[in-house]
Every structure is written in structure tokens, then in C-alpha cells.
């Protein structure tokens, strides 16, 4: 089958874009305020997007709460989702009004991050601080602007339970990390194999 973006003619019950594009690592999104109020979200477009400076990106749909908070303080964590806290994760995707924390609705810790004024989730086996660096308004092929604003940040501190550590590797068979696959479904990334890159052809 083929079908064109613009006219979104797939013939299928749900927009299949989201189910392709898997599996997606969750970011667990910590932000406070500049009243102090507390937020976090889950954000199922977000990735590792550089290893020099470590920067992850993730990406809004719309000016929610936590866009907000990042604009107003350019800080913000994010908390490793492992299967253990899967359901609190759940919880705090909640739609409330702004100032609500989620932390208390998952029934979560709040711990605030070593070097930035964000808070993160104590119970996750991994968390980062991170900086804003950029904030961008994603826009379309044509030159318009879309709904999405893309928020990149540089992780200056890692937080991680020494538990999941195993022969000096965070070990994901310990960590059971979840990702979020298309329409409501998930997937626990916890089985993995090794594979070594190609060694390049003699020159002769």
C-alpha cells in the first residue's frame, strides 16, 4: 500500500506513522515553574541526539506545561522509565490544569537534580539534569510552522542506581527499560545481543 501524508488516505483504522517509528525510549520529563510548581510528563518523541556535548532532544505537541516551565527556567530532568514504575509513568500522563503536580498523582518522589532546579523521579533506576540549549518551532516542507516545538537540552549530570550495574555496563536485562510503541501499546527492551561492526575491507 501507499498513501500521500497530505491527504492521510490510509484506509486503516489508525494512522500507522507512530507504529513504524519503534521503538521510541520514553522521556520522563521533570520541570518546575518560576511559581515552583511542580510537572512531569511523559514524551514519547524524545532521543539521544549527541554524545559530545551529551544532549537529548524531546518534542511537544502544542505549548503544553512543560514547555512552559523549560522557557521560563531553561532547565529540566528526565527520568529512565523501567518496567517496575511503568504504571506511575501512566499515571502521570494525566491532563490537569497547570500547577498540578503529577508527582503526587503517581505517587512518586520528587527529588531536586544536583546542579539544576528540576525535579526528577527518585524511584527511577536513572535520571539526567539537563540545560537548554535550543528551543525550536518545528516547521513544515512548505515553510509553514507546525504544532510541535522541539526542546533540546545538554545533560550535565546522571544520576543512576548502582543496582543495574553489571561488569561496568548499565545493564538493560536489570533495568527492563519500557518504549512506547504505535496506537496504546509498549514494549519491555530488556533482551539484547551484541553486534560488532564490519571491519573495513584491506587496502591493497
Known sequence: MFYTTDTNLHGLPH??????????PIGWIGSKGKDGSRNLSPYSFFN???????????????????LRNVEETGVFTTSFVGAEILKPMNESSVVVPYGVDEFSIAGLTARTGELVDAPYVGEALAAFECKVTEIHRLKTAAGGFSDSYAVFGEV????????????????????RPMARMGYMDYAEASETFELLRPTPPSQT
Open 48 to 66: 539521544a541526539v549527541s554524545d559530545r556535548p551529551k544532549i537529548v532532544m524531546f518534542s511537544s505537541s502544542g505549548r503544553k506545561d512543560t
Open 15 to 24: 494512522d500507522p506513522f507512530k507504529a513504524i517509528v519503534t521503538p521510541r
Open 156 to 175: 550535565v549530570g546522571i544520576h543512576i542506581d548502582e543496582r543495574v550495574l553489571r561488569d561496568g555496563r548499565f545493564d538493560a536485562a536489570l533495568a
